[in-house]
Every structure is written in structure tokens, then in C-alpha cells.
């Protein structure tokens, strides 16, 4: 197009939506008639502006070309000025205009009138151009696009239109009917500025000299761009075929290598590709996911773990959020081309939308277990085929997720008959919660801190589902659990549940013979995780009504033999009681979850690739958000610090104690540090990591105790053990306190080693204590921590890993950590013991950290969960053994102190 006449008079063909107008341009003849050679030449309006721009300078234009030219000027500086604003769902506007701007409009409308067109007429056009001109500039929905920045302040009504040098690259869909119907679209290039979208020309233009706004070198630019893209897309050759690159045409084969490789290709490239409004794409394939078979008020316990526990995946295409008809399904079927006419429209298939489609469409309906349906309900996707699909659960399905995600606010259940004891208002809500989830058969995590109550609420549950009893949850519940809790289970349901049927299954002479009446509540059975793995035939011949995982961090590792032997056996429902669902990393979450609601997260695999990896690197920051959605409706987790929970705790302190190391140790300390790093720097990548965690483990000795570095376990029995320490002289100290007011203290640490020397030390002052660590026999467990709240030993001791969960020690008025855990949440478990339900003194929480040392490294990064802090977060040492030489040499090494 070399030429466009502005001699003769222009019109705008106005259009809804206002960005498809067009103006029209006439060539006058000598005379300043219109009959002249007749040329008629239309644009539309992205193409007119250059036009109407650069025409408004001159003499010799018709007086309509001067007013859109003056019109078109004065809508380019608003959109420049961002003063644009929707006008409907599919449209833009100019505005918001105050009053002065309108009488601008109409003083330009009255000073451009001429024969034929009135100041009345003439404003309503420059309306309507102001907002076609509005309409063009955008490349989206309104819903979907930002108004241009207020920062682009051009003078373009003056006439000076700056000069663009660097351009991007666009391409726009064309079509009439008659091209759609044979499936054939043209495409036509278009340019804009690089860093301005709001200057914008079709590339003919530039070619011809016919777009002022660009200059010389944009058509380099726009020519090397245009290159680029052929190079990624082939068809986009011809058009660098052509003495001056207007048009193409594309044939039904070459739109459907568009759609299926060609966009996502030319989007990397940063080019984008604009499709006509009249030309949808919004054809999507979706999924109802709904019972395969039963009645609709079936409770989904018949299926989730049982033979039936399929559910249908229908697929089916949709139009928007309207689905397609068997007939237009068929249309869609024995469709030739990518562009097909449903219901007056031209709608644009995807060609991987067609494929997975006919492929489905031969078998519409897929059979999935109640995990993966459930979460497709509660997501609103699925993964199918590699392709993530929208679900929609149906009319059933949705009554059980409406249930679900009320279960933890709806209305009380009634406290059993037979409880003997006045549940706390959130110990009810939890009661609610659990009795709804396994009435419908799924799973459920009670995550609560420790000492909230966890052990009643479940005696609750087990009376309520015989209160309420069906087939399916009339069976017996077992409790697995840590062989040191047993003897608190038992108790605790004598206590709360007088005449409820309680065994254990443990020990060398245990049998599992069940007398089961109908009608008599058929009780507890008692055992433990190791028991589990040894026994899993016996346990997994039971049909249980319930099973309990306590502590459920024992299963934390899926692969683990213990986790797999548990998954053997069958119940009508599963709950797991932990106050640390997560101590280390997110897959333990899913090992939880996965075994109380088989398939709910996927594969582990497939967790890890979703969910996992994302959150933890905080790739997504959405991707959590959208976690807890899916997980909510299946993890309850209190902490005592809400707001109403436990109102009657009394209050905590938490203290550290910062101590210097000794000459002693000093030396022990530095000697160590040199001798590792040396061998360290010196190891191959498979031996570094073991010597790494021996230098963390052999300095957290040095800072604890020379002799239980040196391995002198007679040390303190032969007097060789005061004031070689401070952190023992510290100790002392606290105990010292502790005793003189009558008070109860717990030590905790994670080496036996040292507290059988802090055992030995105590003995040797005439301090009565007791030593519990994972060898003691369970009777003897239950012994010593009934002494210890019946107030005959006011010292504990006890290995972080033995006696960190599962106790109930609330004598205790004083918790001392004499080394520090690398994961937080560890020791706030242990000193959970004495910080629970039951406590009615102040707690004093004592943590002794080492000056100078990597103790003290650690726990300052702990505080200020710099990166190194969240990597020890979620892997513990495990993730210290990653760092530089250098890195690892400025944690360890011992630097000056206060």
C-alpha cells in the first residue's frame, strides 16, 4: 500500500466492539471533488493512525481528514497519559474526562466542522474515535490488561511524534468467512515500539515509508526481527519473500503446526500472536469426577478401601463454561481443519484439545481410586495424560466435599455417654471433626501441639463410632504407638472410658485373641511400631474400625519397613495423632497423609515434582496457598499460643545461657577444627560427608563435656569431672535454684554418653535423679515417670530422642537443654513434656549455647532464618555436610568471644 489519498474526504465506519472500525479514505479529483480516479482506500484503525498522525501538518488535507487527524492526536496523548478504563468485559474506552476535558472535545469538534457535518456531529465522532483509538492501543481483555504509564508524556498534539528506533514484533489473525470455512486464516505483522505498545503500525507501512512514528533503522529492526521469527516458525518465511511483507495466508495444515508448536515457540521469542475477537479459543476439555456406583447418600467408607473404591472421570469439551452436545461432538470429531462453526461461531481447536479429545471421547469415562477423585474435587484440576484439566465433582461428590470442608465448623457432636471427663471446647470441635471425616471413610492428621489433649479426644472418637455404629466402624481400634507410651494409653483409657475393653499386643507372649460380642463395645488394642513390622500378619488379619498412628512421625519415611507394614493393615477409616507433622521436609507430610487417605498427594514422586519442590524453594509463593487448600480439610493443627486453646497454661520463658569453654576444651576444641579440616580438604566427595558430620558431632562433645569427648565415662565417679565445664557448672547452679525453691527439673540430651557422666555427677553431689534413655525397659519407663510426678526424684534425665515425645512430666517446672538440636522443632517437643494440659506452675525453658562456637553459629542463624537457617531447617546436619570448605571452616572454627 504505497499510497493513501488524504486529499479527499475521509469517514469513519464506526463498529462495536469500537478497535474494529475502519476509516475510509477517498481520492479527490483536481477540482476537490470525489469522483476524481474513484480510489477508495479503507484502514483499520491501528493502520490509520500513521496515516491521520502525519496527515494533520498538511495543507492540503480534506477538512474530515483533519479532524480524526486532530482527533486521533488528542486520543494518542490520553492513552499515553494512561486515562483509559474499561468499557465492559471486552472493550476499552478514554476516561475518566473531567469537565474541562470535555470542553476541549467540543471546542476541537467546533473549530474542524465543515459543509455537511454540524459541531453536534462532529463531537459525537471525535468521541467515538477517542475511544476506538483507546480500544486498539491495549492487547487483551480490560480485565487482563494495565492501563499504559502515566510516564510516556509526548506532545503528539503539537505535532511532534518522536522518532522509534527499536521495535518489537507482532502478528495479527485475519479471516473471512468464506477463508474460515476452508480453515485458512492470513496473518499480517504489525510493529510497535519496543517500550511503548501505544505506537503501533502494520510492518506494510514501515515499508513504504508510510509510518512516520519509525524510522530507518526500525525497519532493520522490524526486518531482523521478522527473521527471527521465520527461523523459529518456517511459514513466516514467505513473508520475507515479499518486496514488502503485508500478508500470508495460512492453509488448515500450517494453522494447526500454529496452534501446536508455532505459539509457544514465537511467545519465547517474545512475539506475540493476536487473534480476532470473532475468531474464539476458548474451547477447553474438562472432567466430572462422581461415584462410579452406589447410591448417592452411599458414605464414601464403601470404596475408599475396600474393592469398590473406584470413581468415574467423564471428560467432556466445553465452550466456555457451557459443555459441547453429543452433536456438536460429533461435528468436533469428523472435523477436518483446526477451525471449526459451533452454535455461529468460529471457534479455533487446539490441536492437542482435538487429539486428547478424540481419544477420550471413543471411552469417555475412566475408572480412579478415592484418593486422586477426592483431590481432584477439592483442587479443581487433575493431571491426565501429562496435561493439567479442569474438574468439576458431580452432584454427589460435591455433598461429600461440601462435608469435607465444613467437617471442623460444623455444630458439636454430643460428648459420648461414656467419657468420663468434660472435653475442652476445641478438644470438642476436634471430636467433631474426626467423627465426620471417618464417618466418610477417609483419613484424617490430628497435628495439635503436644499436651493439647490428643490421646482424650481420640477415646472420644472410639466411643462415638460405637455410639453410632455401622458395620464398617463396629471393629475394635488399635493404637500403634511408641513402645514408652503404652502404659500412658492404658491408663489413660481406664481413666476416661471405665469398662472399654484395653490389651496390649507386645512383648514375646502376646496373642491377638478378640472376644467380640454384638452389641459390646469391642475396645482398644494396644501396640507398638516394631510390633507392626514383625507381626504385620496377625494385625492385618483383623478388620479394624479403627486404626490410630501415634507419633506419627514414625512413619514419616514411606520406604521405611515399618511405614510399609502398617500400610497392610485394613481398617474402616485411619487417623494419625503427631504434634510435628513436618520436622525436616514436606514429603513427610505426604507419607501421613498418603497412608490416611491413600492417593490424596499422588505418587511421592509426583508430590515432590507439584508441591514439594516448589514451596520449598519458594519458586511458586502461590503454590502454598493452594497446598493448604488441599490439605485443610484433612489436618487439624492447634498450638497452645491460639487465641482460646489453652487460656488456663500458665505462662513460659525461654533463656539462653551463653557459657565460655575452658582452656581445656579450648584447646580440645581448636586441635579438632585444624585436624578434620585438613583431612577434610583432603577427602574425596564420598568420604568428606562422613568426616564433615564427625567434626559437628565431635565439637558439640568438646562444648558439652572434655570427657565426653574423650570418652571417660568414669570421669565424674572418680572425682575428674567438676570445672572442666562451665555449661556443668552452670547446671548445677540451675539445679541448685530449682531444688532449694521445691521445684522439678527435666535435662535433655541428645547423647547418652553425656547423660550417663551428668547421671554420675548428680549421684556424686547427693542429688536424687533418673537416667531414661531408648534401652529402658518400657515397665521401668512407666516407673520412673510415675515417681517422678508423684515428686520422689526432682531431677530427670532423659536422650532427646527417648523421652522427647509421648511423656506427660507436668511435676516439672524447669525444662534444661544441655546441647542444642539442630531442628527446633525437636526441642520443642521435649519441652512440650512439661508444657502441656495439666501444668500449673510457670516454666523455665534453659538452653546453654557454647560462646564462639558452632553452637552458637547455629543458633543465631536459627533466629534469623538466613539461607543457611532454612537448609538446617529442612535437612538438619545432613545439609551443613554441602557447604564449601571455606564455608564450612568460618562455622566451626572457634573465634574470639565477648
Known amino acids: 500500500m504505497s499510497f493513501v489519498p488524504v486529499s479527499g474526504p475521509a469517514r469513519l465506519l464506526r463498529a462495536q466492539p469500537p478497535r474494529t472500525s475502519e476509516v475510509e479514505f477517498t481520492a479527490a479529483s483536481a477540482h476537490g471533488t470525489a469522483r476524481g480516479d474513484g480510489r477508495v482506500v479503507r484502514l483499520p484503525i491501528s493502520a490509520a493512525l500513521p496515516v491521520l498522525t502525519r496527515a494533520h501538518r498538511r495543507d492540503d488535507v480534506h477538512p474530515s481528514v483533519a479532524l480524526l487527524g486532530q482527533g486521533a492526536l488528542l486520543a494518542l496523548r490520553y492513552v499515553a497519559d494512561g486515562r483509559v478504563e474499561p468499557a465492559g468485559a471486552q472493550a476499552w474506552r478514554v476516561g475518566p474526562l473531567d469537565a474541562d476535558e470535555g470542553e476541549r472535545i467540543r471546542m476541537l469538534a467546533a473549530a474542524r466542522t465543515y459543509d455537511g457535518l ?231 481447536i487446539d490441536p492437542e484439545t482435538a487429539r486428547r479429545a478424540r481419544k477420550r471421547l471413543a471411552g469417555r469415562s475412566r475408572g480412579v481410586p478415592a484418593g486422586p477423585a477426592l483431590a481432584a474435587a477439592l483442587t479443581g484440576v487433575a493431571e491426565i495424560d501429562g496435561a493439567e484439566i479442569t474438574v468439576h465433582p458431580g452432584a454427589s461428590l460435591e455433598r461429600d466435599r461440601a462435608r469435607l470442608l465444613a467437617a471442623s465448623s460444623r455444630e458439636p457432636v454430643a460428648v459420648p455417654a461414656g467419657l468420663q471427663a468434660q472435653l475442652r471446647d476445641y478438644q470438642r470441635q476436634g471430636l467433631t471433626w474426626l467423627a465426620e471425616l471417618t464417618s466418610l471413610g477417609v483419613g484424617a492428621c ?131 495423632l503427631t504434634g510435628t507433622p513436618v520436622e525436616n521436609e514436606l514429603t513427610e507430610l505426604w507419607a501421613i497423609l498418603d497412608w490416611c487417605t491413600p492417593g490424596l498427594l499422588g505418587s511421592r514422586q509426583a508430590f515432590r515434582r507439584v508441591w514439594a519442590a516448589p514451596i520449598e524453594l519458594g519458586q511458586e509463593p502461590s503454590k502454598a496457598r493452594q497446598f493448604a487448600d488441599l490439605v485443610s480439610p484433612f489436618l487439624l493443627r492447634r498450638r497452645k499460643s491460639d487465641p482460646g486453646i489453652a487460656p488456663e497454661l500458665p505462662p513460659k520463658t525461654e533463656t539462653d545461657h551463653p557459657v565460655r569453654l575452658t582452656r581445656e576444651q579450648t584447646v580440645l576444641y581448636d586441635t579438632l577444627v585444624k585436624e578434620s579440616m585438613r583431612r577434610i580438604e583432603q577427602a574425596d566427595e564420598h568420604a568428606r560427608r562422613g568426616l564433615v558430620l564427625a567434626l559437628l558431632t565431635g565439637l558439640k562433645q568438646i562444648c558439652n563435656h572434655p570427657a565426653h569427648y574423650l570418652k571417660q565415662a568414669a570421669a565424674a565417679r572418680t572425682g575428674r569431672f567438676a570445672g572442666r565445664s562451665e555449661k556443668v557448672d552452670l547446671v548445677d547452679d540451675l539445679l541448685d535454684s530449682v531444688l532449694a525453691e521445691g521445684g522439678a527439673a527435666l535435662l535433655f540430651t541428645q547423647y547418652v554418653a553425656m547423660a550417663d557422666l551428668l547421671s554420675d555427677h548428680l549421684t556424686k553431689r547427693g542429688i536424687p535423679s533418673q537416667l531414661l534413655h531408648g534401652g529402658t525397659p518400657v515397665p521401668q519407663r512407666e516407673q520412673m515417670v510415675a515417681r517422678f510426678q508423684a515428686g520422689e526424684v526432682p531431677v530427670f534425665l532423659l536422650s532427646l530422642k527417648a523421652g522427647g515425645t509421648g511423656l506427660n512430666l507436668t511435676r516439672a517446672d524447669h525444662v534444661i537443654h544441655i546441647d542444642r538440636w539442630w531442628n527446633p522443632a525437636v526441642e520443642e517437643q521435649a519441652t512440650d513434656r512439661a508444657y502441656r494440659i495439666g501444668q500449673t506452675k510457670p516454666v523455665q525453658v534453659h538452653r546453654i549455647i557454647t560462646e564462639g562456637t558452632v553452637e552458637q553459629r547455629i543458633a543465631e542463624l536459627l533466629r534469623q532464618k538466613r539461607a543457611l537457617a532454612d537448609a538446617v531447617l529442612s535437612s538438619g546436619e545432613a545439609a551443613l555436610t554441602e557447604l564449601s570448605d571455606d564455608e564450612l571452616h568460618d562455622l566451626v572454627a572457634l573465634r574470639d568471644r565477648p
Open 118 to 348: 454540524d459541531a453536534e456531529a462532529a463531537e459525537e465522532l471525535v468521541r467515538f474515535l477517542l475511544d476506538a483509538v483507546a480500544d486498539t492501543m491495549p492487547r487483551g481483555a480490560p480485565s487482563a490488561v494495565r492501563r499504559p504509564l502515566a510516564r510516556t508524556r509526548r506532545r503528539v498534539d503539537s505535532g511532534e511524534t518522536p522518532r522509534v528506533h527499536q521495535v518489537a514484533l507482532t502478528l495479527r489473525i485475519e479471516a473471512d468467512d468464506e477463508d474460515l470455512l476452508e480453515g485458512r486464516v492470513r496473518v499480517v505483522p504489525q510493529i510497535h515500539d519496543a517500550g511503548d505498545h501505544t505506537v503501533v503500525a502494520e510492518a506494510a507501512l514501515l515499508w513504504v515509508g508510510e509510518a512516520p512514528a519509525f524510522s530507518s533503522q526500525a525497519r532493520i529492526d522490524a526486518a531482523t526481527r521478522l527473521r527471527k521469527a521465520a527461523q523459529v516458525w518456517a511459514p513466516l518465511q514467505r513473508l520475507l519473500d515479499l518486496r514488502v511483507p503485508d500478508q500470508i495466508e495460512l492453509e488448515p495444515d500450517e494453522v494447526a503446526d500454529l496452534l501446536d508448536s508455532g505459539l509457544a515457540a514465537l511467545r519465547e521469542l517474545g512475539v506475540d500472536v493476536l487473534w480476532p475477537r470473532t475468531l474464539r479459543r476458548d474451547l477447553t476439555a474438562e472432567v466430572v469426577v462422581e461415584r462410579r456406583s452406589g447410591p448417592d447418600d452411599a458414605p464414601l467408607q464403601e470404596g475408599l478401601f475396600g474393592a469398590g473404591a473406584l470413581f468415574a472421570f467423564d471428560w467432556r469439551l466445553a465452550i466456555g463454561d457451557d459443555p459441547l452436545t453429543d452433536d456438536e461432538l460429533a461435528v468436533l470429531r469428523e472435523a477436518t481443519t483446526p477451525i471449526v462453526k459451533l452454535r455461529d461461531n468460529w471457534i479455533v
Open 446 to 576: 490430628l497435628a495439635d501441639d503436644m499436651g493439647l489433649g490428643k490421646t482424650i479426644t481420640l477415646i472420644a472418637l472410639h466411643l462415638h463410632r460405637h455410639e453410632v455404629a455401622t458395620d464398617e466402624s463396629a471393629g475394635p481400634t488399635l493404637v500403634v504407638c511408641p513402645a514408652s507410651l503404652l502404659g500412658n494409653w492404658e491408663a489413660e483409657i481406664r481413666r476416661f472410658a471405665p469398662g472399654v475393653p484395653v490389651r496390649r499386643f507386645h512383648g514375646t507372649r502376646r496373642s491377638l485373641e478378640l472376644e467380640l460380642s454384638v452389641g459390646a463395645d469391642p475396645g482398644f488394642v494396644l501396640t507398638t511400631y516394631g510390633t507392626v513390622r514383625n507381626d504385620t500378619a496377625t494385625l492385618g488379619a483383623v478388620r479394624w474400625g479403627l486404626v490410630v498412628a501415634d507419633e506419627a512421625q514414625h512413619i514419616k519415611n514411606a520406604r521405611s519397613a515399618t511405614a510399609r507394614a502398617l500400610r497392610e493393615i485394613d481398617s474402616a477409616a485411619r487417623v494419625a
